[in-house]
């Protein structure tokens, strides 16, 4: 069965430094996105992209985030100066949305933490 | 700002025996509801959903009810057992004609054999 995948699955950077968080989303799903969960909190939406572009965002996702989708198959989040409370779980998702009871694709996550 | 609340951390049920886990949600627009679970070291699995024009949805041992005077669903689980053990995730969408799901907290399931 096709599934989402996630590298790394543990990313450990110091404070004030650049993450790339990398996802290969399901083939010939659409729509992707970017989630986080802060330990023992919520799953929060962060961003949703289009047809190479950026279609929905959060409130944190704000400057210091980007999404790329460099090639036909990786889609991946930037942190560029991380902070210590960017320390979370990331969950990328993937879409078909050929219908509405399509649901969301999660890969298995990276755990980010920052020193 | 919890639009969609799961007010039971944990909850701990007898195998064979029916899970029962709720959620509450604040915003009237929202249509459309979901459950996931998520095992650890995985990210969440779509589980069962539900559109706000049924009340009720089945699907082999999950069933999702819905009261939406009440603005509360439940997932039942019956019967359960011990690999239902998970942390389970409420979730809504539809504001806007939004897609995207605003997830509650997540209530952690035990199965005891």
């Known amino acids: 069965e096709p599934e989402v995948t996630q590298t790394p699955s543990h990313q450990v950077t110091q404070m004030g430094q650049e993450v790339i968080l990398r996802c290969v989303p399901i083939?010939?799903?659409?729509?992707f996105y970017w989630y986080r969960q802060i330990l023992g909190q919520k799953v929060e939406f962060l961003v949703s992209f289009y047809n190479n572009e950026i279609s929905e965002k959060s409130e944190i996702f704000d400057d210091q985030f980007s999404v790329e989708r460099p090639d036909g198959s990786n889609f991946t989040l930037k942190i560029r100066s991380t902070k210590l409370e960017d320390s979370a779980m990331y969950f990328c998702a993937s879409y078909k949305r050929t219908s509405r009871e399509n649901e969301q694709f999660f890969g298995p996550g990276t755990r980010l933490t920052v020193l | 700002d919890q639009q969609v609340k799961q007010n039971s951390p944990s909850l701990s049920v007898q195998e064979g025996r029916i899970s029962i886990l709720n959620c509450d949600y604040t915003n009237s627009m929202f249509d459309y509801f979901l459950w996931y679970k998520k095992y650890p070291a995985e990210g969440p699995t779509f589980l069962i959903s539900?559109?706000?024009?049924?009340d009720k949805n089945e699907d082999g041992r999950f069933t999702v009810f819905l009261n939406k005077s009440a603005k509360h669903l439940s997932l039942h689980i019956v019967p359960s057992q011990p690999g239902d053990s998970a942390v389970y995730f409420c979730?809504?969408?539809?504001?806007?004609?939004?897609?995207?799901?605003?997830f509650g907290r997540g209530t952690s399931l035990i199965v005891h054999p």
């Open positions: 539900i559109s706000s024009i049924k």
């Open positions: 979730a809504a969408s539809g504001v806007g004609g939004s897609y995207i799901p605003t």
């Open positions: 083939s010939n799903h659409l729509y």
